[in-house]
Nanobody, 124 residues
Framework: QVQLVESGGGLVQAGGSLRLSCAASGGTFSTYTMAWFRQAPGKEREFVAAISWNSGRSYYADDVKGRFTISRDNAKNTVYLQMSSLKPLDTAVYYC?????????????????WGQGTQVTVSS
């Protein structure tokens, strides 16, 4: 049973930075494509960023490109999301997700494993 546990969320002022972490256990993390999604109140969950198993490929949603960076450390079974220049619109619960698919997937239905989420609140 794969478990994903996010951490690092919190309250930050606009323009600030946060780094989210997602620790995996119970599976072969180094073979998974990993991603971050987010869900704001009253909105659907949306794709933020994804990274291939060997960090060779990564993709970002248009509204976070240049501000967010996804990375992973397979030795630590952990994926990260470095968020900079945060905006109030980035306020959401951020979820870590993993899939056995080789491709760097962007669809919610393509991911097999999910964390419980961590709240990020950006104040203006």
């Amino acid at each position: 049973q794969v478990q994903l546990v996010e951490s690092g969320g919190g309250l930050v002022q606009a323009g600030g930075s946060l780094r989210l972490s997602c620790a995996a256990s119970g599976g072969t993390f180094s073979t998974y494509t990993m991603a971050w999604f987010r869900q704001a109140p009253g909105k659907e969950r949306e794709f933020v960023a994804a990274i291939s198993w060997n960090s060779g490929r990564s993709y970002y949603a248009d509204d976070v490109k240049g501000r967010f960076t996804i990375s992973r450390d397979n030795a630590k079974n952990t994926v990260y999301l470095q968020m900079s220049s945060l905006k109030p619109l980035d306020t959401a619960v951020y979820y870590c997700a993993g899939t056995v698919l080789f491709k760097v997937a962007k669809g919610i239905d393509e991911y097999d494993y999910w964390g419980q989420g961590t709240q990020v609140t950006v104040s203006s």
